[in-house]
């Protein structure tokens, strides 16, 4: 059974490999060869899953070794795969949800001439995603996680001709790159304290302790913060969450994949996986808390301002992670449930984004929401798959979002005293900005008037998102209309995720019994009761929704944005990150460059052009000596002989 | 004989007619000489084809005997090495003249590949024009016609050429193959003469640029004859310090555990300051062959005015032999006089490494540029010398190896480039070679890298090799300034680079001549030997460390 798991990653591996090698051969069939392996990948899941369920749950870890892959004398990296309850969800989640979307995408991207590359690299994203969380150590975790953000970098720049997408896909790229070297120099920490960096030593396998809890307290807060670090940059998380709404320059299908479902998760999977080590810093863990807890609003915030539709999606994105980071952060009480909110909502982001996507099909790839309107009559399988995406993500009771975000608002307040308050107190008003904003992009997209009618949606100042979708006709007036099946099914059943995953994992706390033996799991000393948090809950989502109905339900959206207030110009500038980042990192670099190229030029070059120059003037002057007379010849060796014999009779006499 | 019955010179002369009575008859290891037998063998049946073989035939029988000489030597060398001389049944020969073991094997074998490799140089008939019919060579068509006269013209006319070249060759590398393995200073003084006066024959033969090539001869034979009489001198001083000229017992006085005193020299034995001045003396003189600063000043001019396969071959096999003579001297004769030698040479390398790197700077003729290369090279391998481990010795003789093949590559470079003036060797007319004859300029390029030190080539390898050794035995601070004047040495190596590839090539530029198919594998070989021993030096590092033990 454990030989499956390299198969596992095998099978999306070998279809990125035909996909992008094979060449144009492949290009009618190239849709089908990426869906089919992901889909092998996505049955040998449950295969596996299957095999783990017919077991006790102290004997559901597989682990296979592969090959020794570098093996220097204290240095020992493998490429081994770990398999447990923790990483089958992943796989799970990756394989499944992935591979609807690569149906999705048959449709979504049918007209696009380079298909055949966009599976290919949805394909590699697979594979990397995959070995990612399958990893037995983090040397190979981390191939798995560049892995990642190589796909990542890829697909957001797909349509590298629009130098948005192509500047988005770079920032990604730098951005991540911050957080991966966080990652690496965890790694390299753990090697220098522990002299391993393999999961099983480290943080135990078997039932045996790992070594993870040794060290000290500071040296377990360095490699957690360094950790976190690597987290904040692949999930987005508040100081380097720039990138994610830009990366909706992508193909939707890529949002829905990598930047809503999975790869933005990968942040959380490495907390949790690294739980032994958060366990022993406690400070470090208050970090991630709080760094969970900015998010959630900061996202949240972010997703009330935007006009687009799909960063309105990423803003929330980002806060649902926040969520995850948040309930992480919490320790064995939050570990479990942030596990159970990333599944739930790897279900309904990713049926939003599709069915985001779905209405960008059917809208001439219009993307701004001040330009839909009454589309559930259109579109009504979109419409109807959207809005239970949307009940869930609200937490709408008996939807998965409410079982899970529930628990980490409880988890929350459980984590006691003052903390504990301030924690669950953003959590639930970030329960209620959730509401509002999705209830807003709701009303903007399904409901009201139809403001699309009667003017071109394609303005040149506001160029669409997804141009090569443009077989539609340009500047003409949209016709909404239904996708096709392809698109649709995917939709249904994430739609069925959305609604029942939540409940399923809950009743009889089926996910935490399942999840407990990797994670651990501790109740909290919760101040207020489950009832009392499930209200407070319950009130905070009315009043979103409520002021939402109020602002965009009962009064008609104007189509052009009005100017707002501060907050909400501030907002539509992503709470003015990206000023930020300029003004400081971008300003103070270029500052600093500057400067240090002037010492270079000044300085440095002086040193060395002097050094050159005297060098050089020197090797003028002795050139002389070289006067090409035998007898000056001559009387340079008398004089070396000379002093040679004079030194080896002082080095005798001293 | 006891030493206690030493008296008088009486009693020592009565004594002394005992062991006369039983002289034992001189014996001789012909089989572990061979490869020096050899080749003076083939040397003087080259003498005897100039003189009974027509002429039309002689540069045939010569390149085949002395090709034929020197390949037999090496397998020689070999089968030796591979019976045992090298390590375990190490021995001195020849009643105590000649050593055999792992370090004069190594450099014999060195020695005997680079002069194959630069014999086919020597041989190369494709590059000159053809006078009057004839294929000619770089040497002179006649050595004793004087340049520019009515003789000269006529020898020319009638098609001669210098096949002697060849057995003057032999004759060289015979003294270079008994040099670094001898075991006494006279056998070392007559091996420095047997390949030094071939050597200063060859330098005044070039076909052309004639009087240059004269004088450089004639300035290098000066010199050598000034820096051979300061080794004569030291040899006497050492003798009289220790009584014998025999390496095992100068050593032995020198650590103080001599047992034979030979009584006729009882006052001046042990007197230091004839060991200190006799080896100084004689280092002085090794350090001229090796042109190590301030013995080093005949070097550019007679590696410029020298025909330039003569320049190659001596360059490279020269400083092997030299080198490894050094190497004994100082490791078998003077270990326990280090603490004396050791400061002098530390300095001696310093203004080497230095002094060859910096002046090289200013060079523009391409030769001269290589001979001060060379200078630099000499002090980089004195960094390894000083070491004074078995690394040290292991480290030299692998760099001696690497270093010989790039050198007669890079010099068999040079007799390519040419335009009417023959080969055109100032570094302006190189301009732009890159560009019109990619291959030359690109392999000229990796001789380059090599000297230059640079990772994958052999030069790298050997660089690493001796300075790793010198810093191992105390001598960082000497690695430092190696690496410095490494620095300062890739900026003329790289600047030649740039000049081959990234400059405009000139109008009046010289042409590429196509060789026969003797350059070619010189060459061939050259970057053949800088690239394996540049890849996967392993295998020659072992083997250098295994020849790194001297035999007393």
């Keep these: 059974m454990e030989n499956l798991i390299a198969l596992l990653i095998a099978a999306p591996l070998l279809g990125a490999a035909v996909l992008l090698v094979g060449g144009r051969r492949l290009d009618a069939v190239g849709q089908w060869v990426g869906t089919l392996l992901s889909t092998v990948s996505f049955v040998l899941g449950l295969v596996l899953f299957g095999d783990l369920l017919g077991r006790s749950a102290e004997d559901r870890t597989l682990t296979q070794h592969l090959f020794s892959w570098i093996p220097v004398e204290g240095f020992q990296a493998d490429v081994g795969f770990r398999l447990d309850q923790l990483s089958m969800t992943f796989v799970l989640l990756i394989t499944g949800v992935g591979s609807l979307i690569h149906l999705y995408s048959v449709g979504y991207m049918e007209h696009d001439e380079r298909r055949r590359r966009f599976f290919g690299y949805l394909n590699l994203f697979l594979a990397a995603m995959l070995l990612l969380v399958l990893a037995d150590n983090y040397l190979l975790l981390y191939v798995g996680w560049e892995g990642v953000g190589l796909a990542s970098y890829l697909l957001i720049g797909f349509w590298q001709h629009k130098p948005s997408a192509a500047t988005a896909a770079k920032k990604a790229f730098l951005v991540n790159r911050v957080g991966d070297m966080g990652l690496s120099i965890a790694i390299m920490l753990m090697f220098t304290t522990f002299g391993t960096f393999a999961f099983g030593p480290l943080l135990g396998a078997e039932g045996q302790q790992g070594i993870a809890g040794d060290a000290s307290e500071g040296k377990l807060t360095a490699i957690a913060l360094m950790l976190l670090l690597a987290a904040c940059g692949k999930s987005a998380q508040v100081p380097l969450q720039s990138w994610l709404g830009d990366a909706m320059e992508g193909p939707t299908p890529v949002s829905a994949l990598i930047h809503a479902a999975t790869m933005v998760t990968a942040g959380v999977y490495l907390i949790v996986r690294s739980a032994a080590i958060f366990n022993g810093a406690p400070d470090a863990q208050l970090v991630v808390t709080v760094v969970g807890a900015v998010t959630l609003l900061f996202g949240a915030i972010v997703g009330c301002a935007k006009d687009d539709i799909k960063k309105a999606l990423a803003g929330s994105t980002m806060s649902q992670i926040g969520y995850m980071v948040l309930a992480a952060g919490l320790g064995p009480i939050g570990y479990v449930f942030a596990i159970m909110h990333l599944v739930t909502h790897g279900f309904f982001k990713a049926g939003l984004f599709l069915g985001a996507g779905s209405v960008m099909h059917g809208m001439n790839d219009e993307v701004d929401m001040r330009k839909y309107g009454g589309l559930r009559k259109y579109m009504p399988v979109t419409f109807v798959t959207f809005g239970l995406g949307y009940l869930a993500i609200i937490g709408f009771p008996g939807l998965s979002g409410f079982f899970s975000k529930d628990k980490i608002i409880e988890a929350a307040f459980a984590k006691g005293g003052a903390e504990g308050w301030i924690l669950g107190g953003c959590a639930l008003l970030g329960a209620a900005i959730t509401a509002y904003y999705m209830t807003r992009v709701m009303l903007m997209t399904f409901f009201g008037e139809e403001r699309w009618k009667n003017q071109p949606t394609r303005s040149p100042e506001a160029p669409s998102a997804e141009p090569a979708a443009a077989h539609h006709g340009e500047h003409a007036e949209p016709h909404p209309h239904e996708s096709p099946k392809v698109m649709t099914i995917p939709m249904i059943v994430l739609a069925f995720g959305s609604v029942f995953a939540g409940g399923f994992f809950s009743i009889g706390d089926r996910f935490l019994h399942w999840l407990e033996p990797v994670t651990g799991h501790s109740e909290g000393d919760s101040p207020l009761s489950v009832a009392a948090v499930t209200g407070a809950t319950m009130v905070c989502l009315v009043i979103g929704v409520g002021i939402a109905y109020a602002q965009y339900g009962r009064r008609p959206v104007p189509v052009v944005a009005p100017r707002g207030s501060l907050l909400t110009r501030a907002a539509r500038r992503d709470l003015l990150q990206d000023d930020f980042n300029h003004v400081v990192l971008v300003r103070g670099g270029e500052h600093l460059t500057r400067s240090l190229v002037y010492v270079d030029h000044t300085l440095v070059d002086g040193v060395v052009n002097g050094t050159a120059a005297s060098v050089g003037g020197l090797s003028g002057r002795l050139r002389r000596l070289q006067n090409g007379f035998a007898r000056s010849y001559a009387v340079s060796m008398f004089g070396g002989a000379a002093v040679l014999v004079a030194a080896t009779l002082l080095m005798r006499a001293v | ?552």
């Design chain 2, 1 to 552: 004989m006891s030493a206690s019955a030493v008296h008088s010179l009486w009693t020592t002369a009565a004594t002394a007619a005992d062991p006369i009575s039983k002289i034992d008859t001189p014996k001789i290891e012909y089989g572990q000489l061979s490869p020096t037998l050899i080749v003076v063998g083939a040397a003087i049946a080259g003498v005897l084809v100039e003189a009974f073989v027509p002429r039309k035939y002689r540069y045939h029988a010569q390149l085949i005997l002395s090709t034929a000489a020197l390949i037999v030597a090496f397998v020689a060398v070999v089968m030796l090495a591979a019976d045992g001389y090298g390590t375990t049944k190490a021995r001195i020969a020849a009643m105590g003249a000649i050593a055999v073991d792992g370090p004069a094997l190594f450099l014999q074998g060195t020695i005997l590949l680079a002069a194959l490799v630069g014999l086919f140089t020597f041989a190369e008939r494709r590059l000159d024009p053809e006078a009057h019919g004839t294929r000619v060579d770089s040497f002179a068509a006649q050595a004793a016609s004087v340049p520019g006269s009515e003789s000269e013209q006529a020898a020319v006319k009638a098609g001669f050429t210098t096949t002697e070249v060849f057995p003057l060759l032999l004759f060289a590398v015979a003294g270079m193959l008994v040099f670094p393995s001898a075991n006494d200073l006279l056998t070392l003084f007559i091996a420095l003469e047997v390949f030094s006066l071939p050597l200063y024959l060859l330098c005044a033969l070039a076909r052309r640029k004639r009087l240059m090539s004269q004088e450089a001869a004639v300035k290098y034979f000066l010199l050598g004859a000034f820096a051979s009489a300061f080794t004569l001198f030291g040899i006497a001083l050492l003798y009289g310090y220790a009584g014998s000229v025999s390496y095992g017992t100068i050593a032995q006085v020198v650590d103080g555990t001599v047992q034979n005193v030979n009584p006729a020299l009882a006052d001046t034995m042990g007197n230091d300051a004839l060991l200190l001045v006799g080896a100084a003396l004689i280092v002085m003189g090794l350090l001229f062959k090796v042109g190590a600063v301030p013995f080093h000043m005949w070097t550019p001019d007679v590696y410029q005015g020298a025909p330039t396969p003569v320049t190659g071959f001596m360059a490279a096999a020269t400083k092997v032999a030299a080198f490894g003579a050094l190497l004994r001297l100082l490791y078998v004769v003077l270990p326990g006089l280090r603490w004396d030698w050791r400061p002098v040479m530390w300095g001696v390398a310093i203004i080497t490494m230095l002094g060859g790197a910096i002046v090289a700077i200013t060079q523009t003729d391409i030769k001269r540029l290589l001979a001060y290369s060379s200078i630099a090279h000499a002090g980089f391998i004195l960094a390894g010398v000083i070491a004074t481990t078995p690394d040290g010795v292991s480290s030299v003789l692998f760099y001696l190896a690497a270093y010989s093949f790039v050198t007669i590559g890079a010099f068999a470079v040079v007799t390519l480039v040419r335009d009417a003036g023959g080969e055109a060797t100032h570094l302006s007319k190189w301009a732009g070679l890159g560009r019109r004859s990619p291959l030359v300029a690109a392999v000229l390029a990796v001789f380059l890298l090599a000297f230059a030190g640079i990772p994958l080539t052999s030069g790298f390898a050997g660089k690493f090799a001796v300075f790793k050794a010198a810093a191992e035995g105390g001598a960082a601070p000497l690695v430092v300034v190696g690496v410095i004047s490494s620095a300062i040495a890739a900026f003329f190596y790289i600047r030649v680079i740039v000049l081959m590839f990234f400059s405009e090539p000139r109008p009046d530029g010289p042409t590429v001549a196509v060789p026969s198919p003797l350059t070619v594998m010189a060459i061939g070989v050259g970057v053949a030997v800088t690239l394996v021993l540049g890849v996967a030096p392993q295998y020659f590092l072992d083997l250098a460390n295994q020849a790194g033990v001297f035999v007393r």
